[in-house]
């Protein structure tokens, strides 16, 4: 019995209250001393410029290599008299009555090797509301029997009783305006509109037996219609819209041109132009643009790349000289500051 | 309960006149937590029946020191748990995030919560469990009952009150007993109660002449008495009750109570671990010299007295810790902001324009364009939630296991502060105050026991201008040390002779070689001096081996064991005669006994400063033998021979300034006529009635004079081992040390010298009651008039030294500045007019001497500097009468390893020896202290720069309060993937070796300046945190606006899994790049919490997909297949540390810390090089070349002080006086107590 009375074990071993050696517990594992040094600063500075620099020209003349036609046109495609003022624009648009068509016209500037990707842009456009981001039913979308899954929906739920499907305000809201083209008057280039979308969504996310239910069936129409015979996992268009877009500036894929086009060739494009965004003077464009190794037009990388890479090199150049100036404070006892100015102690 | 009340009533009157007669001595030594007022009436006890007392319920034996048990684990645990403000405002976040109003699912921060909170309940279950096998150990020891008629082994649980016991020797008491019987004659015991009270001695209980017979099993069960006592109460030396035996009443007293074992329950009630191993060494407070005794139960369990004086010390925050707090609410204070401006963004935002949002005419309150207002209020709340990971909620209890692995594993396995005499290694008793043990500024140090050993050993006499002795003191070994030689320990001469109180060399003096000297016979008086005049008793055989020596203060012992060993071997007192046996004698080896009457004895007292006798020689010759301070002697001699006093004075100088004691030695011839003629008028002034002191102090000054110098003593006050050089070291670093001593000035003064606190360069303010008009005061006895006496001229020396003080401040290159101040003019130096002149005064000073000062007034000064500068303090001591200091300071330490556990038990930090402190601040406080200031800013700017990306984002989401990133990612960025390698750091950054940090203290001062966490660091950490975020959002957002080369774009999870990404890799590469050293759990923990990201993402969003969520769904995969994820993760947490990188750069090139300069110095110095190497000793000097060398270390010019310093009787137990027993002792009782020894009942020989 391990009592106090019994004073055995305890006290036996005299030695037992000496702590054990170990690296661990003496603080005296083996360490690297990383020291910022002039000359680790400088050499930094120099290495990242040398690496920077040729990668940020190399993203950049990609990114220059992408021939990127872009047309802002939700101005241009109302009629003039209907232009003047802000209600006039969304009486225009709201009124089914009128004609939507529009033509706009864009010259190549630069050959344009296929694929020619077919992008419309939106701007103040915030599909990053938390209200719009989660008014969706990822559990509807993917499977038949969670149809009636719609509580996230709201206000875009149910519509006469019945759950809509799909539901929420981002598919309600699906961007409407079409595009087709024609190239050098009235040859007509195809738009591939297949694989748009991502894989995974097809795949996963749209269930391939969901059909479109009493979708925009209310009495506000937020934006296009589902042929209610395609599956979910068919409408690429609807997957593409409903991967929302982080900033309130946004592209969406429309389809593809697989044909080349060459420089100066003019591509007509007729669209109709349906989707409002002149309520909340939103921006519409549409975007030709060719991709490459470092995806489409993207100026930024390159351009940060190049400025980090500078300033690097300008940094490594200006320390190499303070350093080759100037003597180092460090290494010298007599900078320490019980050195240097000797208190009142 | 109605039985109870029934023999209660009947039987009350009898209890209370038992309280009468019981003397309710109350000791103020030794009281742990406030007395509680005894509660109204008593218990009776029928002792050896337990039926009679079954009708009570009193109490059982077991005790239970757990906090929880099963059932209550949970509910109390966590209730602990919310008691934190940072789980409490957790919870709430947790709870707001399960409305709708919240962007994020629960998930986000009920993970992170339970998390914490499972953490720190583990840690609680653990610690209860630990506490429980401690009890379970302790409630199943075994003890002797009586039972039928013979003892039968039970465990201590079952013991019960009424209960007859059978303890044996160095067993414990397994409650509080009414001791009834013992082995011993005369019915006493012997304990030790060290550990209450650190006295080593054993106290004595005496049972009651009545039950000394209930000894054998058949005769104690026969024992039918009934015990009336108090109720149980908290008070350890108080005890009321009465004992009815055969129909008497017998008053019982604390003589009679044996208490249960006090440090095994103190332990356990302060939750220490390994209490009963502790308690198993030799420590233990229990029975000794006594084969058994026999004692029947009074209290038990809970209800025993110690038990009850259960010690509530508040525990300690550190500084650092409350400046955290200041850092959090500013955190609150800037998250309120963030709120405030994202509610009025969402306010002005929301609008129906947006008819995509489905703002119809029933919408929610949170954004209906209607109510703006509403708008604005539930949107702060959400944004309140989206926020929350501003505040770290994991920070407090990463701290605590930093912490904890800090003391657990560094300070207490240190092996430098391992003292391997004692065996004690050093202990932190909490875990709350590592890091202030690195911003410590002021140091409280008690004397005795701390910095010395008190141990007053003969060192060195200087006889007939002739010095004696070879040995260093640690000052001069300082001194020299310091000066760049290396002085090894001195080598000793063969057949050196050491024993207490003798650590003298010189083969001279030594086996009679003194006749050789130019002058024996002064040799012979200055030996002879040493033999008789002292008020020494001894004590034991009369052999040189075996007699010790009763003096009331060690330095007499000192000086006759000297005596003893020189030859002259005092061996017996008689009240009129001193026997010396004498080997002087011609012919070697021949031994004479020579008996001295003494005449009389002129007491030593600190007006007087010396002590005379004047003795008669066996042949007649009258001689008065002096001994005592220089300056009064030296005033007393006879105007010959000049030259014998220079060399004796500068000699006295030489041994001031090495810390030794001195004491002049001097005789004088008399007449036998002048003799008589003197001895009438000591007479007559003896047996006069008024001013009987005076006229004595009088008369002596008649004969005191004339006096012949014979030499000098040096005794060193033996101080602990490396204080002088751990002090120097200290004040290198910038602490100041005060000591605080109930010694008397001189005394004080003395080891402040010979700890290289004070010396000759300094200029000293000395404020002592000791001045003549003070004394003057006294002795007229008015106490108001001398109050107001003493406190106008403290006033004056206040005033007056403070100007001087602040005069010297201004000049360039004045004297450091020491101010000596003694207990008295304390009292009224901390009178709240004076406070702040003393304390403006102090701080100015170098060292501070506090001398004569009662515990309390400890505790005053410590709190005076800890409040009114707010300065962080440290009080270190080793005895009960350091408690209140030690509490009072900051961070206490106590010094373990001897006996006495108060100090320690009150302490935060134990250590075995005062030169450990170096190791404790310099190395483990500071390093704590860096490492614990890293941590916090590190967590500051890890959930700034998280949060702020969101910040940044919700400008663009219409202020909608949307979360930028998943779920998951914010629930876990806090607990998984950036919580290790931020512990890592804590534990094992060092920015410059151990080694370094002894080599260059001063590196300590960047701790008292609190360099690291300050204002401009912490803002500096908040304009990078401001700086990242913003390359992190912009950066990712405005790369990703494009589209991927298959021509598809990114949506916003997309963007939002890059930019976390990047953010992951930056935050743990920034940790990389402020570590001061990197080993390979660093590389481990930052690579693992990045791995561990990517495995989390893998997972994430290829297999688990949530119900609810599946935006992640495939994304990393994808964003890996585009060139755009690579560019953008080489170049985004490059873009975001290249700031910090140039800063530290630049930093550390044009405005380097110290720390930084001495790393650059020994950059290129292996890393390994232990500790160990400075207790290297090179090759040592020869004992004449060290005593040269340290000698010519020594100041040239002439100093003024010349250690004099003597613990006369009646100083000696200062601190008893202080308790109120104070008995003053005069000179002439040494005969009486001879007598008295001889009558006191000896010890029984041990068993």
Redesign the interface.
């Known amino acids: ?11 036996a071993d ?2 037992s ?6 690296q ?15 000359k ?2 400088i050499t ?1 500075f120099t290495v ?1 410029g040398i690496i ?1 620099i040729p ?1 940020g020209i190399a ?1 950049l003349s990609a990114s220059n290599d992408v021939v990127e036609i872009s047309d802002r046109y939700e101005t241009e495609c109302i009629p003039a008299e209907n232009r003047t003022t802000k209600d006039a624009k969304i009486q225009f648009i709201q009124n089914s009555q009128s004609d939507k068509t529009c033509t706009r016209s864009l010259t190549v500037p630069k050959h344009m090797k296929p ?1 020619i ?1 077919v ?1 419309y842009q939106l701007d103040n ?9 989660k ?1 969706i039913s ?2 509807q979308l ?1 499977s038949p029997g969670s149809e009636n899954d719609t509580s996230s929906c ?3 739920n149910e519509e006469n009783g019945a759950s809509i499907v799909p539901c929420g ?1 981002i598919a ?2 699906l961007f409407n305006d079409t595009y087709s083209f024609t190239r050098n008057n009235n040859v007509s280039l195809t738009v591939n509109k297949t694989d ?3 894989k ?1 969504d097809r795949e ?2 749209f269930g391939k037996d969901v059909y479109p239910k009493n979708f925009q069936n209310g009495s ?1 129409i ?2 296009a219609t589902l042929k209610s015979s395609i599956p979910l996992s068919g409408q690429e268009d609807l997957m ?1 819209w409903m ?11 429309y389809g ?1 041109i697989e044909v080349d086009l060459q420089a100066n060739d003019v591509i007509e494009v007729s669209l109709n132009n349906t989707y ?1 965004v002149y ?2 003077n939103g921006k519409k464009s549409i975007v030709l ?1 060719t ?8 100026d ?2 390159g351009v ?2 190049i400025t ?1 890479g500078a ?2 090199f300008f ?1 490594a150049a200006c ?1 190499t000289y ?1 350093y080759l100036k100037k003597p ?6 007599s ?4 050195n240097t100015n000797p208190g ?2 | 309960m109605r039985g109870w009340e029934k023999v209660g009533s009947s039987r009350s009157n009898l209890g209370r006149a038992g309280s009468t007669v019981t003397t309710n001595r109350i000791t103020s030594t030794v009281r742990l937590g406030r007395v509680e007022p005894q509660a109204p009436g008593h218990r009776n006890i029928f002792c050896n029946d337990r039926e009679a007392n079954f009708l009570v319920r009193f109490k059982g034996n077991s005790i239970s020191t757990t906090k929880y048990n099963v059932l209550t684990f949970l509910p109390k645990g966590l209730f602990e748990q919310f008691r934190r403000v940072a789980n409490l405002y957790f919870l709430t976040i947790s709870i707001l995030s399960t409305t709708p109003i919240s962007p994020v699912s629960p998930i986000t921060n009920v993970v992170p919560l339970s998390l914490v909170l499972l953490v720190s309940l583990i840690k609680e279950a653990f610690e209860d469990w630990k506490r429980f096998q401690n009890d379970m150990a302790i409630n199943n020891a075994s003890i002797d009952v009586l039972q039928g008629q013979k003892w039968v082994e039970i465990p201590w649980k079952k013991l019960q009150v009424g209960d007859i016991v059978k303890v044996k020797q160095d067993g414990f008491f397994p409650a509080d007993l009414l001791f009834l019987a013992s082995t011993n004659a005369d019915g006493v015991c012997y304990i030790e109660t060290a550990n209450l009270d650190g006295e080593t001695n054993l106290k004595i209980r005496k049972a009651l002449e009545k039950t000394w017979d209930y000894l054998t099993p058949d005769k104690a069960s026969e024992f039918k008495g009934e015990i009336q006592c108090e109720q149980p109460n908290n008070s350890l030396y108080t005890f009321t009750g009465n004992l009815i035996i055969q129909k008497q009443t017998i008053p019982l007293t604390p003589n009679q109570v044996l208490l249960r074992n006090f440090v095994l329950s103190v332990m356990l009630e302060k939750r220490m671990p390994r209490a009963l191993e502790y308690c198993n060494g030799e420590k233990g407070c229990s029975l000794r010299n006594t084969e058994y005794i026999v004692g029947a139960v009074i209290f038990t369990g809970h209800e025993t007295k110690v038990m009850m004086n259960s010690m509530n010390v508040p525990s300690k925050r550190s500084t650092l810790e409350r400046k955290l707090d200041k850092l959090i609410l500013t955190l609150f204070g800037a998250l309120f902001l963030m709120c405030l401006i994202g509610a009025i963004g969402s306010a002005i935002f929301i609008n129906r324009k947006y008819f995509y949002l489905g703002l119809t005419a029933d919408v929610e309150d949170q954004f209906n364009p209607n109510n703006r207002f509403m708008v604005f209020i539930l949107t702060f709340l959400t944004l309140i939630t989206l926020y929350s990971t501003i505040i770290p909620i994991s920070l407090y209890v990463s701290i605590e296991m930093i912490k904890f692995i800090q003391s657990t594993q560094f300070i207490n396995k240190d092996l430098h502060m391992y003292h391997a005499e004692t065996n004690t290694p050093a202990s932190a008793r909490t875990s709350n105050l590592n890091e202030e043990l690195g911003q410590v500024e002021y140091i409280f140090s008690d004397k005795t026991g701390t910095l010395t050993r008190n141990l007053m050993e003969f060192f060195k006499c200087s006889i007939g201008g002739e010095v004696y002795g070879t040995g260093l003191t640690e000052i001069e070994r300082g001194a020299a040390q310091r000066s760049g030689g290396n002085v090894g320990k001195a080598q000793k001469s063969p057949g050196l002779i050491h024993e207490k109180g003798f650590n003298f060399d010189d083969a001279r003096l030594m086996c009679g070689a003194w006749r050789n000297e130019p002058n024996p016979d002064t040799c012979k008086e200055f030996f002879r001096c040493l033999a008789i005049c002292h008020t020494v008793l001894p004590e034991g055989e009369e052999s040189p081996e075996k007699i010790t020596y009763q003096a009331a203060s060690p330095d007499e012992a000192a000086l006759v064991t000297a005596a003893k060993i020189f030859g002259f071997f005092f061996y017996r007192r008689t009240p009129t005669m001193v026997h010396v046996r004498e080997s002087h004698v011609e012919k070697m080896g021949k031994v004479e006994d020579m008996s001295y009457e003494i005449l009389n004895v002129l007491e030593f007292n600190s007006t007087r400063k010396r002590q005379s006798v004047v003795c008669r020689y066996p042949n007649g010759r009258i001689v008065l033998y002096c001994k005592g301070a220089d300056t009064v002697i030296y005033e007393r001699l006879a105007d010959v021979g000049n030259e014998l006093k220079n060399i004796t004075r500068e000699h006295l100088e030489q041994f001031g300034s090495a810390g030794l004691r001195t004491l002049c030695l001097a005789y004088r011839d008399l007449s036998s006529s002048l003799y008589e003629s003197w001895n009438e008028k000591f007479i007559q002034a003896k047996s006069s009635l008024r001013d009987r002191e005076k006229k004595v102090d009088e008369v002596a000054e008649l004969i005191e004079k004339e006096l012949t110098l014979i030499g000098c003593t040096a005794i060193e006050d033996k101080l602990q081992e490396g204080v002088p050089s751990c002090i120097e070291t200290l004040s290198r670093a910038g602490i100041k040390i005060w000591v605080l001593t109930g010694d008397k000035m001189e005394t004080a003064i003395n080891i402040a010298y010979a700890c290289s606190l004070i010396n000759n360069d300094m200029k000293q303010f000395i404020i002592s009651s000791e001045t003549n008009e003070i004394r003057d005061a006294e002795d007229r006895g008015d106490q108001v008039e001398v109050a107001r006496i003493i406190k106008d001229s403290v006033k004056k020396d206040l005033k007056k030294y403070l100007e001087e003080a602040q005069h010297y401040l201004r000049t360039v290159s004045g004297p450091k500045l020491a101010l000596i101040i003694d207990g008295k003019c304390l009292m009224y130096a901390l009178d709240p007019s004076l406070r702040a002149m003393l304390l403006n005064l102090s701080l100015n000073c170098t060292s501070v001497v506090c001398c004569r000062v009662s515990p309390l007034q400890k505790a005053q000064v410590a709190s005076l500097v800890k409040k009114g500068a707010r300065k962080i303090t440290l009080s270190i001591g080793d005895g009960a009468n350091d408690v209140s200091m030690i509490q009072a300071a900051h961070v206490g330490v106590g010094i373990s390893g001897l006996e006495g556990m108060q100090a320690v038990m009150a302490s935060d930090f134990a250590i075995a020896q005062f030169r450990f402190l170096s190791d404790l601040l310099l190395v483990h406080g500071r390093w704590s202290y860096h490492r614990i200031c890293k941590v916090i800013t590190y967590f500051f700017y890890k959930n700034l720069t998280f949060t702020l990306t969101q910040f940044w984002f919700n400008f663009q989401t219409g202020f909608s309060g949307q979360r930028f990133y998943d779920d998951w990612f914010q629930s876990l960025y806090n607990v998984i993937f950036t919580a290790l390698p931020v512990v890592i750091l804590g534990l094992f950054d060092k920015d410059v070796s151990a080694k370094l940090s002894k080599m260059y203290p001063e590196l300590y001062k960047e701790g008292i300046r609190n360099a690291f966490f300050k204002k401009r660091v912490v803002g500096i950490w908040a304009f990078f945190s401001f700086y990242q975020s913003l390359v992190f959002y912009y950066f990712v957002s405005t790369s990703s606006s494009t589209s991927q080369n298959s021509g598809k774009m990114f949506g916003l999870w997309d963007v939002s899994t890059m930019a976390f990404t990047c953010a992951v890799v930056t935050v743990n590469l920034r940790l990389l790049l402020m570590c001061n050293s990197i080993t390979k759990w660093h590389y481990v923990s930052v690579g693992g919490s990045i791995l561990a990201w990517f495995l989390f993402i893998f997972v994430y969003s290829g297999f688990l997909i949530p119900r609810d969520q599946n935006n992640e769904f495939f994304v990393i995969y994808v964003l890996m297949s585009t060139i755009y994820f690579y560019l953008t993760l080489l170049l985004v947490p490059i873009a975001a540390l290249f700031g910090d990188f140039v800063f530290q750069g630049v930093q550390r090139w044009f405005f380097p810390y110290d720390y930084q300069i001495v790393q650059e110095i020994h950059r290129h110095e292996p890393e390994h090089s232990s500790r160990m190497e400075l207790l290297e000793i090179g090759p040592p000097l020869t004992p004449d070349e060290a005593r040269s060398y340290a000698i010519a270390q020594l100041p040239r010019e002439k100093s003024r002080h010349t250690g004099f310093a003597f613990d006369s009787p009646g100083y000696e137990s200062f601190f008893a006086s202080q308790a109120g027993v104070y008995v003053p002792q005069k000179a002439w009782d040494v005969a009486r107590r001879a007598s008295m020894m001889r009558s006191r009942p000896k010890l029984p020989p041990k068993s």
Not at chain 1, 243 to 253: G, N, Q, S, V
Request: aromatic share 16%; net charge positive.
């Open positions: 019995m391990a009592g106090p009375s019994s004073a055995a074990a305890g006290s005299r030695n209250n000496r702590p054990k050696y170990s661990f517990s003496q603080q005296e594992l083996s360490a690297c001393q990383p020291i910022v040094t002039p680790l600063v930094v990242i920077f990668l993203s694929p990707y992008y456009y915030y599909q990053n509301h938390r209200r719009y981001v008014s990822d559990q993917r709201k206000p875009e305000l309600w809201s748009i979308s991502w995974s996963h996310k506000l937020g934006g593409v991967r929302t877009a982080a900033m309130p500036t946004f592209r969406k894929l593809r409002n309520s909340f643009s991709a490459n190794w470092i995806g489409g037009k993207n930024f990388l940060a790349y980090v300033i690097c940094l320390f303070i180092s404070r460090l290494q010298d006892p900078y320490l500051t019980w009142p102690l």
